[in-house]
């Protein structure tokens, strides 16, 4: 038996480190300043661990992220490898012992397809592990702010209704389509989840260096590998797709469609929705193209 | 004309007698300190434990019933929501009213192999079972949900249980023993919880 979820009374326990005054809540991710926003509203204030425009797999801390990490009165962090640099932040800023909350602790996790040994630590590339994360976060912050848990509880049971209602409209649109056909490599082991939710599989993660453009002896590595796959479709990453997809589907014939990772771009509480928005639109027009004609 | 002549000295070590018999103490000193510390600290990797009764979702389970198992625990915090809220648990229609999967009937649904979901409750525990699902190959699922005090608060328990053949009906008894006597095994998640204490290790 595992305990999965403790009723709402069980808060009780929450210490009240603020006393009552108002939190800084600090974020390593885009969909987790989203996720945050969404939760506490106006009750508390958000601030992004790093500027937006960097990359999160391989970032190098800069000085004004030790400054800004100081004045975080709790952090919702991944945990399970994707920001392993806002712990060197934390470290190096003096602020190692600021209250985490690992949005992914009750998340039951996937491998990498194709990897068994590799876990898959885009949970947040899915609403289904969205929604986990989010119930989670929202225990968490009622913990350590006890007076506004009862709003963090109910603003995020709303949110994650929207996320379900996204899911819905696209799911409901993808019902009348056969996917007898779709055979899919993605360029990026990030979108295992979120094929999972709609019931479809990867074939194959072709992955040159995420987010840098290949090499061209790596891009005639992964024209090789799409052939050799036998898939009909390939995602490449939003922001590198351009000149790099059209020489693949020149080269091999494959449709190539593109999902974000939703790491790149502003801070704001809509973001996380309008990147998942623009990944559902990509599958629906991925899944229409390989759809027997009638 | 030159000649050379090779000249051969051997220069003895002083202490002739020990050196080897000390460079060999020093080595296997190494070793033992080296491997003691290896005991000590090294890094172990961490194994789940998954009981004989048990599956692991994260290794043991194929695609879509992976699928359906991390949307039923999901599921749990919405099921726990509603039924605070009426104060009843909620029905397999309520969950589908509000689009929660895997209750709800969409392309995600018809992709698992539309499973019918039944269900049914007691004093203090609810169960949902899905059966009858269309895919090769596809069992039975129970989502079991029991009120519990533990300590000075209520928790709610939670399990979810997979059986590899579809069943003609719901079981009679949602009891553990009956259960696993009747060849269901329940699942466990790997969580991120597990992946960070394996990660810190």
Known sequence: MVVLALSFSSLSIAQDFKNGERMTIGVTLHPYYSFVANIVGDLADIEPLIGAGYNPH???????????????????????????????????????????????????????????????AHTFISTVTAIQQIYEIARELGRYDPDNAQAYARNGRAYATSLRRLKAEYSQQFSDLDTSNFRAATMHGAYGYLLQEFGLQISAVIEPRHGVEPTARQLAQTIEAIRAANVNVLFAEKFFAGQLAETIQAETGVEVYSFSHISEGDYTPEFYESEMRFNLDSLKAAVESTAPSL | MNISVAITQTVSPANKRWESFLLIAALLLLVMLTGSYAMLFGREDRQQVILDWQLSAYSDLQDTDQAIYNELLVAVNEITFMQQDSLDWPSVDDLRENWLPPFYQDSSWINRGSVNWQFSSGEDRAVYFGNQGQLETQGAYLLILNNEFVGTGEVLVASVWWHPQRMTGLPHSTEDSSLILAGWKEVVPYQGLDERERLSD
């Open chain 1, 58 to 120: 391989n970032y190098n801390p800069l000085p004004e992220d030790l400054v800004r990490a100081r004045s975080m009165d709790v952090i919702v962090v991944n945990g399970i490898g994707h920001d392993e640099w806002a712990f060197e932040i934390l470290q190096a800023s003096g602020a190692g012992d600021t209250p985490l909350i690992y949005a992914n602790n009750s998340v039951s996790l996937i491998p990498v397809a194709g990897n068994d040994e590799a876990v898959n």
